[in-house]
């Protein structure tokens, strides 16, 4: 069983993230950069089926050099190996650009399963998969809590409001997995050191065949056109109690249409 997971590297969702000025683009030189913590599902259910069945497990990410340290998580993780497409030419790309980058390499690789999580913290489109699945071929089956590989056949819970939906497909296919699927493993001391020994092929767009004028900022199918500061932090109310404390309280929530 081969399997491909899509691995992104994002500002940290829980430290500050600006956009560049310069070209209103996500300001990644300046961010606390870390892996997609929804991609970390992702892999944990590939290793997951590895071990149960076999086989091996590649990471494919498009980003720039930094991007290596979240291939390296992965890879402490337990991932065999990685494929990273990084050139100058991809900056500012869109979704539906980035897609076909990732598609190009995916057609330079033998996978029977394509896995990624369901959504990138920095931009939480949610549209990958069903990108690729449209690009590829290939069946798509999103939003999985529970996995289950048997023969050539993929079959998934997928999550819903009021419960889960039960679908298949056959191999190979794309999965999209969701934060409720398992509990991503932490990387060991020995795991973080083999990481250090397994093979990260790099490639470019030449190598791809991708036509370096087909992604980037300047045709990408959309952009920030204008962008603002968050505004500064106000004075907060002041409310004396005089017996009637409760009811100001309520006065103000009325007032500012939380309630």
């Known amino acids: 069983m081969n399997i491909v997971v899509l691995v992104k590297q994002v500002p940290d969702s829980g430290s500050e993230r600006k956009l560049d000025p310069a070209d209103n683009t996500v300001d990644r030189a300046a961010a606390d950069n870390v892996i997609n913590e929804m991609d970390e599902y992702a892999i944990e259910e590939a290793l997951t089926i590895k071990e149960a069945q076999g086989g091996e497990v590649t990471v494919l990410t498009v980003g720039p050099e930094s991007a290596t340290d979240a291939i390296r998580k992965a890879l402490s993780m337990g991932a065999d190996k990685a494929v990273h497409v990084v050139d100058d030419a991809i900056h500012g790309s869109c979704a539906v650009q980035t897609s076909a980058v990732i598609a190009a390499a995916l057609g330079q690789m033998e996978y029977d399963l394509v896995m990624c999580g369901a959504e990138a913290t920095d931009a939480q489109l949610s549209v990958m998969p069903a990108l690729?699945?449209?690009?590829?071929?290939?069946?798509?089956?999103?939003?999985?809590?529970?996995?289950?590989?048997e023969g050539g056949t993929a079959k998934v819970e997928r999550q819903t409001d009021g419960g889960f939906w039960a679908l298949e497909a056959p191999l190979p296919a794309i999965i999209s997995t969701w934060d409720t699927i398992n509990e991503p493993r932490y990387p060991s001391f020995k795991g973080i050191m083999a990481a250090k020994k397994k093979p990260v092929e790099t490639k470019t767009l030449a190598d791809l065949g991708v036509d370096a004028g087909s992604v980037g900022?300047?045709?990408?199918?959309?952009?920030?056109?204008?962008f603002a500061g968050r505004p500064p932090k106000g004075e907060g109310v002041k409310v004396?109690?005089?017996?009637?404390?409760?009811?100001?309280?309520?006065d103000y929530l009325v007032g500012q249409k939380i309630v």
């Open 132 to 149: 690729l699945a449209e690009r590829l071929g290939l069946p798509q089956l999103s939003g999985a809590r529970k996995v289950t590989i």
């Open 217 to 226: 900022l300047a045709s990408a199918t959309s952009k920030v056109l204008d």
């Open 240 to 250: 004396t109690d005089e017996g009637d404390g409760a009811q100001k309280f309520v």
